[in-house]
């Protein structure tokens, strides 16, 4: 089992910017990826960001590439979300992820989830 503690979350003006960090811990060896999901009001869960463990590959959903940026410290088996540039539309519950298969976009591949932290962006 691998347990994620998600923090960082918060309310923000347009244009402002916001730290995320997922802390895992327990049998974290088998990781193979980590990502960043997100829930809007009223909307799907939709992928954000994702992170290969080893490589450090990342991808990036269209909507926040050049404004959000992934990383991890493998270290302390802790990853970030780095937001520049929020706007209003980008208010959502985050919640991270982790995956023993592979770097993916699916949430379907995700085993382990956090519990979601809100980040509210006012206009």
């Known amino acids: 089992q691998v347990q994620l503690v998600e923090s960082g979350g918060g309310l923000v003006q347009a244009g402002g910017s916001l730290r995320l960090s997922c802390a895992a811990s327990g049998r974290t060896f088998g990781t193979q990826a980590m990502a960043w999901f997100r829930q809007g009001p009223g909307k799907e869960r939709e992928f954000v960001a994702a992170?290969?463990?080893?490589?450090?590959?990342?991808d990036y959903a269209d909507s926040v590439k050049a404004r959000f940026t992934i990383s991890r410290d493998n270290a302390k088996n802790t990853v970030f979300l780095q937001m520049n540039s929020l706007k209003p539309e980008d208010t959502a519950v985050y919640y991270c992820?982790?995956?023993?298969?592979?770097?993916?976009?699916?949430?379907?591949?995700?085993?382990?989830w956090g519990q979601g932290t809100q980040v509210t962006v006012s206009s």
């Open positions: 992820a982790a995956t023993p298969v592979v770097i993916s976009r699916s949430e379907r591949l995700y085993t382990y």
């Open positions: 992170i290969s463990w080893g490589s450090g590959r990342t």
